[in-house]
Each structure stands twice: as structure tokens, then as C-alpha cells.
């Protein structure tokens, strides 16, 4: 996104590793004034230590709800949206779905009522895609289709069906939440896909950028970078298989 000094900016999940990564990209890097940041948190968690860019603009909150959403977005003309649940615990898929789901609906509701909107970034996530084929292959949209193939890692089989239960547990269609997989998986596909079906319904001028795992500095919390260094100071006594 080419961002002009002066654009006013909504970050929400601001707080987390890569939103301090971010924030400190768009002012050492792109020229933004601090005081055009405005970081969308979750209300009673640590704003995180931006000491060395002071004069961001905080605004606590909820992903979930929609009128503190509407709020953040007045006057922006750009969105970075990094609000996320990344939990890998079971017991969390049912919230984990409606902040990673609705809580993104509650930002694209925001961005269809912003006239000065420009351009939403979603973050998503590498794993709304399926293992490449054959493996080791580069991937592309098509290789890498979540629906098709020995690769698939979710639990629907169609863009039609994601969207159909997206509606479904809406709604709170009883026993919903037992329909889910593995639930981090699960609701950032469901997100990406309702960031498409918005795109399209609504013209939305949106982008989806889709991390893997993230390394480097600014990640105060339990991350990436702790399992590393527990592996270099031999700490760690076994990696399991995985792709990371």
C-alpha cells in the first residue's frame, strides 16, 4: 500500500509482534507522523512499549464490537487489519471464530461507511491454503486450493459450504462450534473468504497478505523468537514434524 505522509491510519491489533513491527515500518520507513497512527487494542490489554515512537494515538476496544469498530475507523483512510485470535487450544474455537470471523465482518462493515477509505489490508494467514503439489513445488492459487487435494487442512469443502456456515454460526445454529477443525485453520479461511465476498459484493478496495510465522524483533510475548532461542541454548529437547 503506498502510503503518503499525512494518510491517517487505523491499525487494529496494533500491540501484538507484528503490529510493532508495523508501526515502526510506516514511520522509519514511510514517513507517517505518529499522530496519524491510530492503534485499535483490546480493551484491558497492555498497549505494548512504544517508547521510541511516541505520539501514536491509542484506542482501546473490542474487535466484537461493531460501534467501538465504526468509531476507530471515523476519518481513515487506511486500514491494516492484524486483529486475530492465533490460538491453537480447542477450547477456545468458538471465540476464536468470532473474533477471527465476525470481528473481521465488524471491520468490513466499518470500511463500506468510511468515505476518505482508500485501501484495507487483511492479514491473513499462510494457512488458508493447502500444502502445495507436488510437494516442494512453488505454490500458486492453483496448487495450493484449501478445498482440493491430499494437502487440505480444513474442514469445508467449498467456498460455497465456508460461506453457507459462516451464516450458520451466525445465526448460532445449535451445536455449531462442533463443526469446526482445527479452529486457527478453520476461521481465518472463513475470514478470508468473507474478505473476498466482500470485495466483490461491495467494490472494496482490499488486499490480503498471508504470513507464515513471524520472526524478529518486538515480539514481547511468548513467540517464535523463545522457541528459538531455547533450541540454541539447548533448552529444548525435541522439534516436533511440522512446516514451519
Known amino acids: 500500500m ?58 482501546p476496544g473490542n474487535i466484537l464490537d461493531a460501534d467501538s469498530v465504526r468509531r476507530a475507523g471515523l476519518g481513515r483512510e487506511a486500514i491494516f487489519h492484524l486483529a486475530a485470535s492465533t490460538s491453537f487450544d480447542p477450547r477456545q474455537k468458538a471465540l476464536q471464530w468470532r473474533v477471527n470471523v465476525e470481528g473481521t465482518r465488524n471491520i468490513l462493515e466499518a470500511a463500506r461507511e468510511i468515505p476518505a477509505l482508500r485501501r484495507l489490508c487483511h492479514t491473513g494467514t499462510v494457512n488458508v491454503l493447502a500444502a502445495p503439489r507436488p510437494r516442494g513445488s512453488v505454490g500458486d ?54 474478505v ?32 528459538l532461542l531455547s533450541i540454541y541454548h539447548r533448552k529444548m529437547p525435541g522439534v516436533l514434524k511440522g512446516g514451519i
Open 2 to 59: 503506498n502510503l503518503a505522509p499525512g494518510t491517517k491510519v487505523l491499525i487494529t491489533g496494533g500491540t501484538g509482534h507484528l503490529g510493532g513491527a508495523l508501526v515502526r515500518f510506516l514511520v522509519r520507513e514511510r514517513g507517517l507522523r505518529p499522530a496519524d497512527l491510530r492503534i485499535f487494542y483490546l480493551q484491558g490489554t497492555p498497549p505494548g512499549d512504544f517508547r521510541d515512537v511516541p505520539g501514536l494515538e491509542f484506542m
Open 141 to 194: 492459487l492453483v496448487n495450493c486450493d484449501p478445498y482440493a487435494g491430499p494437502g487440505r487442512l480444513h474442514s469445508f469443502r467449498s467456498r460455497g459450504e465456508t460461506l453457507e456456515f459462516i451464516e450458520a454460526a451466525r445465526r448460532g445454529r445449535p451445536g455449531w462450534e462442533r463443526r469446526i477443525g482445527i479452529g486457527y485453520f478453520d476461521s481465518k479461511l472463513a475470514a478470508q473468504e468473507l
Open 196 to 227: 473476498q465476498d466482500y470485495a466483490g459484493r461491495h467494490g472494496l478496495d482490499v488486499v490480503s497478505a498471508l504470513p507464515g510465522t513471524m520472526f524478529g524483533p518486538y515480539d514481547a510475548l511468548i513467540g517464535s523468537g523463545v522457541f
